[in-house]
């Protein structure tokens, strides 16, 4: 695997803007009544994830990028619930694919959010493991 420079190398935000970029074009097909409410709530949800990931990769420590992934997830969330509506209601004809997206990102957050969190606890169980000294030979 290839070294991860930025948030850029991530898989999950590369998924997570493509999600977006696709929230953004289907939102415009929205029946004219909802393009100022479900609309706006819709790309704000979309562009949160990758932003938040970003974000949290940028700052300092672990427990601070955990906390943005946790953040982007929730707003994963969000949409999902937005289109699970779009969906009942058959506002978008894309709907049920754009679900599937949205669980694929969901699971690519959840395999960083369990990455970070295992080397997270392997990086503190060594340091906190006694080390055995050698006695110098006679």
């Known amino acids: 695997m290839d070294k991860i420079v ?3 190398d ?8 493509t999600l977006a970029c696709k929230v953004y074009a ?10 100022f409410g479900l ?9 949160s994830i990758p932003c938040n990931i970003a974000e949290g990769s940028a700052r ?6 955990l906390q943005f992934l946790y953040v ?5 969330a969000e949409l999902e619930t937005q289109y699970t509506i779009i969906n009942r209601l058959a506002l978008l004809g894309d709907a049920g694919a754009t679900l599937e997206e949205i669980a694929h990102v969901g699971r690519l ?3 960083l959010i369990r990455s970070l969190v ?3 606890r392997t990086a503190h169980a060594r340091a906190c493991t006694p080390t055995v000294r050698r006695s110098a030979a006679p």
């Open 10 to 17: 991530l898989v999950a935000w590369q998924k997570a803007v």
């Open 39 to 47: 609309q706006s709530q819709l790309r704000r949800a979309a562009a």
């Open 72 to 76: 982007a997830r929730g707003s994963l």
């Open 6 to 8: 930025s948030h850029k």
């Open 118 to 120: 295992t080397s997270g």
């Open 109 to 111: 957050l959840n395999g």
């Open 60 to 65: 300092r420590s672990r427990a601070e990028f």
């Open 26 to 35: 289907a939102s415009r097909q929205l029946p004219r009544d909802e393009r």
